[in-house]
């Protein structure tokens, strides 16, 4: 009986276990998604070794044509770029564990991002 555990409890230490998606990993695969739509192209164009994400379920079927109430939403190709390395910075910090860090650097993404069109 003994044997059996031991055996039981070696096995459940040698199973490789799922790996964990963090919530800040899929923040930014969806703000990089996003950074590659067809609005954010119109914006920015289109980067190199990037490409045109289109078919998303969620997506909206046509563009505003109005204008963002808040003028601090409005998408300009700088701060495109800006979001773009504020990703590269979450993604280290979600490598390093930093989640807090993380977390911020993505609220401050979103907002350089503003109303794509």
């Known amino acids: 009986m003994r044997f059996v555990a031991t055996l039981t409890t070696l096995v459940l230490a040698l199973t490789p276990l799922p790996a964990l998606a963090s919530s800040c990993a899929e923040q930014i695969g969806t703000i990089e998604r996003r950074l590659d739509s067809a609005g954010a192209v119109e914006i920015a164009g289109l980067k190199a070794g990037h490409s045109?994400?289109?078919?998303?379920?969620?997506?909206?079927?046509?563009?505003?044509?109005?204008?963002?109430?808040?003028?601090?939403?409005?998408?300009?190709?700088?701060?495109?770029?800006?979001?773009?390395?504020?990703?590269?910075?979450?993604?280290?910090?979600?490598?390093?564990?930093?989640?807090?860090?993380?977390?911020?650097?993505?609220?401050?993404?979103?907002?350089?991002?503003?109303?794509?069109?």
């Open 52 to 117: 045109l994400q289109t078919g998303s379920p969620r997506g909206v079927q046509g563009a505003r044509l109005d204008a963002p109430s808040d003028p601090d939403l409005i998408s300009t190709a700088d701060r495109v770029a800006v979001a773009r390395t504020l990703i590269i910075r979450a993604s280290d910090e979600d490598q390093r564990g930093d989640q807090r860090a993380c977390e911020n650097t993505m609220t401050e993404a979103k907002g350089m991002i503003g109303a794509l069109p």
